[in-house]
């Protein structure tokens, strides 16, 4: 890499710019993406929301809402981890504080005079606290007085003027499903800001506890400082006096008030490492393939420099050489449309519900940097691999290739390409039926890229087999054109088989991960239809239904059984000691001894009716990863970290429908944030008629304004949503990965149908009309079109047959044809327009004159 070297590089590249143009724009493409992945890495470190009622607070103590990890992201745990009263007491007496304040968190309803439950603006939540915590704001009383008694409270002005109350009125609260009546005793509002995520209430301090159902525990701690301390000091003291607490300050406050800003911290994080590193690896075959495609059509050049003594450590110098120059211009250029990608990602996560509307990215020179670095890497390893062959060629050879391809591929890229095909069958069809759990699932699904690495090394003979099988058929009425068009894909399988490798990895990684996500999603929205035996579903239009709801229909006459459903979300924690894994799954706690009336798990073994105390049933699918089995202990921790050894006591099938874990109701309870279940099923005794039982349901919780009585299909409805927003974020990653290979489809078709032009002016020297060479690159075209998606739809369906098998132990994967039709559709339209646009191009001179123009 001298300088003579990379001046010889960059003047090669500026007088061949057509042959670099399709390398430069895969890197540029490639370097915006990552780029977009780094600025989301940093963001999840970095960036937040401002804090809102925590203004005050020199800083915010609070529980770990992580399980620490070593040498891995810290999983985190879904409920709120609060802090035991006490706490308050410990930390007060660190030198430093001048005061230490509990803050509580209480979700609550505003019942309007119409029963109906006033909705804040963008459905903000309304959390009522106690009166002390009203100083962290600071809020300041524009109206009355401080609350007094237990019902009393202080609303936030924005509130008070949206539910059209002023100081004296009376209010109707509902804290989950239990409505009482208020005296508005004061108003409040919030020197220089306002409250853009929530609506404040204030009680008095012992009402605020006792509402939350646990009277001696705390969610946070606010710390005025003492003067002079500053609040990196007296964090510092604090962690050191007090044990099991975090201590945030500056701009992570705002992480200890508002739970989903952790969680959207830990899911940017995993997302982009996970999606950039396939990126990567994405990147590096589509500019090796881009590259050979474009040193084949060199080979000529290099042959005269071997002739004239250039070595081959000093071509592939050249090569090398040429690629970073190229590579380097597309990485460091790409970072401008990878900040707006950035841009793009945050809004479209927003728009799904992932992402919270205000949380902001944060963009530095790091993760341009790494986006640089990374597409640099992979583009001098795909060059390498691309010219290694070229410069290793005798010049007679190489000109003997220039001008008729090698009929045979070499042993080791024939021996690698067809040991990866049993290979990766054998991933994804064999392991899902010995692999217990998600290793199942998972094997299929990386079974894709090992068959997309095959199809890469044996493209040229699969290419020339689809040719020699398809071609007759499909050109059989193109007389001449077509017979000319099938000789010359077999001639020139190489070059199309560069050419058309995007193509056929769009399809396949389009079609594996597109029906990889509507398997899962059909699965678990048949197993939540087939295992609801209940009539009704009573559910909540505020945060939940209080556990009481249940004993109230449970006297309704005609009720046969009533089931309390409450979500969660655990952690399990499996494999040895020294490298622990850690798995979240979803949780759900139900009363076992009326559940088969209501829910139908599928048992396998056991009896769900023995889950009480402390016990779990697990779906086979957690079962075969935490490899546990009937009367074994699962290491799990609850909602809000909470450890626990539960013995198993039973396995059931529909996890993906229904919850993977199922725990006692009143274990659950008691370790969520708001400890109110998700739903109550109830099911109607014999001889009672269903529509009677839905009348005598809502007559019972008619006093109720924030209980509704709905249908199954609510419930059925409400399971599949709550796996909407993980779903469009797939979508959203598929569509950015497809974009990506859809340019580098275009971008390797007109690479290599323009580089033609002299093959066309010969055509047309020798006889033949621009017509007939037109439909001798139609015909060329449909045979291209055709075999990639034969070849990209059968390089998938192992995946998909193996993604079924581990999920629902079935062979037939959930596949909308609409949307594979759709699919093969796109392929065959960016296939046909970039080979036809660009002949058409490279058609544009006179014959006579373009035989004689340099390549």
């Not at 250039?310 to 090569?319: D, E, H, R, Y």
């Not at 139609?778 to 070849?791: D, F, W």
Request: net charge neutral; glycine share 10%.
């Amino acid at each position: 890499m001298s300088k003579r070297m990379l001046a010889l590089a960059w003047s090669t590249v500026k007088g061949r710019k057509g042959g670099f143009v399709a390398a430069f724009v895969a890197v540029l493409f490639g370097s915006a993406v990552i780029t977009a992945c780094g600025i989301l890495l940093e963001s999840s470190e970095r960036s937040g929301v401002p804090t809102e009622r925590y203004q005050a607070a020199d800083l915010v103590v609070g529980a770990p809402q992580t399980l620490p990890m070593a040498d891995d992201v810290d999983p985190r745990f879904g409920e709120r981890a609060t802090l035991p009263a006490g706490r308050v007491g410990d930390i007060a007496r660190v030198p430093g504080v001048r005061a230490a304040i509990a803050d509580v968190n209480v979700p609550v309803s505003l019942v309007t005079a119409d029963a109906d439950v006033l909705a804040g603006p963008d459905s903000t939540p309304a959390l009522g606290h106690g009166w002390q915590s009203a100083a962290l704001g600071p809020f300041t009383t524009s109206a009355g007085q401080a609350p007094t008694g237990p019902d009393d409270v202080v609303l936030d002005s924005a509130l008070a003027e949206r539910a059209s109350v002023t100081v004296g009125a009376s209010v109707r609260l509902a804290v989950g499903s239990n409505t009482s009546t208020y005296r508005v005793t004061g108003i409040v509002s919030l020197p220089g800001g306002t409250l853009a995520r929530q609506s404040a209430l204030f009680f008095t301090d012992d009402r605020a506890r006792e509402l939350t159902g646990q009277p001696d525990r705390v969610d946070a701690i606010g710390v005025l400082a003492a003067p002079g301390v500053s609040a990196d000091e007296l964090a510092s003291a604090i962690e050191a006096a007090v044990t099991g607490v975090v201590v945030y300050t500056g701009s992570d406050r705002s992480e200890a008030e508002f739970l989903d800003i952790g969680s959207t911290r830990s899911f940017i994080s995993g997302l982009s490492l996970a999606f950039g590193g396939s990126m990567v690896l994405v990147i590096m075959i589509v500019v090796a393939s881009t590259l050979a495609l474009s040193v084949r059509q060199r080979l000529r050049e290099l042959a005269l420099l071997r002739a004239i003594g250039a070595t081959p450590k000093q071509v592939l110098g050249m090569i090398a050489a040429e690629t970073m120059v190229v590579g380097t211009l597309g990485a460091v250029l790409g970072v401008i449309p990878g900040v707006g990608l950035s841009f793009l990602f945050r809004e479209t996560f927003t728009l799904v519900g992932v992402v919270p509307d205000d949380f902001e990215l944060s963009i530095s020179p790091l993760p341009v940097l790494a986006a640089m670095v990374l597409c640099l890497i992979g583009a001098r390893l795909g060059g390498w691999i691309a010219a290694r062959r070229a410069a290793k060629l005798r010049p007679v050879d190489a000109l003997g290739e220039a001008a008729v391809e090698p009929p045979k591929l070499g042993w080791l890229r024939l021996t690698v390409g067809l040991l990866l095909v049993p290979a990766g069958i054998a991933m994804a069809v064999v392991l899902p039926w010995v692999l217990p759990g998600e290793g199942a699932a998972e094997s299929a699904a990386f079974s894709a890229f090992l068959l997309v690495f095959a199809v890469v090394l044996l493209g040229p003979r699969l290419l020339g087999g689809a040719v020699t099988v398809l071609g007759p058929g499909l050109n059989r009425r193109s007389g001449a054109s077509g017979f000319l068009a099938t000789a010359n894909a077999h001639a020139n399988s190489r070059r199309l088989a560069a050419a058309t490798t995007p193509l056929i990895m769009g399809i396949t990684l389009a079609t594996a991960q597109l029906f990889s996500g509507t398997t899962a999603s059909s699965a678990a929205r048949d197993q939540a239809a087939d295992g609801l035996r209940a009539d009704y579903v009573v559910t909540s239009t505020s945060a939940g239904v209080s556990p009481e709801v249940a004993d109230v229909l449970r006297d309704v006459p005609g009720v046969s059984a009533v089931t309390p459903v409450v979500r969660t979300r655990t952690l399990a924690t499996f494999g040895s000691r020294d490298s622990p894994q850690i798995r979240t799954y979803s949780a759900q706690g139900v009363t076992g001894d009326q559940l088969a009336e209501t829910m139908d798990l599928a048992v396998l073994e056991g009896d769900v009716a023995d889950v009480q105390g402390n016990t779990v049933a697990l779906s086979r699918i957690a079962a075969g990863t935490l490899g546990a089995a009937l009367g074994d202990t699962v290491d799990l921790r609850l909602g809000d970290g909470t450890p626990i050894r539960p013995t198993v006591v039973a396995l059931y099938e529909r996890g993906l429908g229904l919850g993977d874990v199922t725990l006692p109701h009143d274990l659950v309870l008691e370790h969520t944030t708001d400890r109110l279940d998700f739903a109550v099923l109830v099911t109607a005794a014999t001889g009672t008629g269903v529509g009677a039982l839905g009348d005598a349901l809502r007559s019972a919780v008619r006093h109720l304004p924030t209980v509704q009585v709905n249908n199954r299909e609510s419930f059925v409805a409400a399971q599949s949503a709550a796996a909407a927003g993980e779903s469009a974020v797939g979508l959203i990653l598929n569509a950015v990965l497809l974009g990506y290979l859809a340019i580098a489809v275009v971008n390797t078709l007109v690479m290599a149908t323009a580089a033609r032009f002299r093959e066309f002016a010969l055509l047309q020297l020798v006889g033949a009309t621009r017509r007939q060479v037109f439909a001798m690159m139609r015909s060329e075209t449909r045979i291209i079109v055709v075999a990639a998606a034969l070849i990209g739809t059968l390089a998938a369906i192992p995946s998909l047959i193996g993604t079924s098998i581990g999920l629902t132990r079935t062979l037939v994967p959930s596949i909308p044809p609409l949307i594979y039709l759709g699919i093969v559709a796109v392929a065959a339209l960016l296939g046909w327009a970039a080979i036809m646009s660009s002949t058409r191009i490279a058609m544009r001179s006179q014959p006579v004159d373009a035989i004689g123009v340099r390549e």
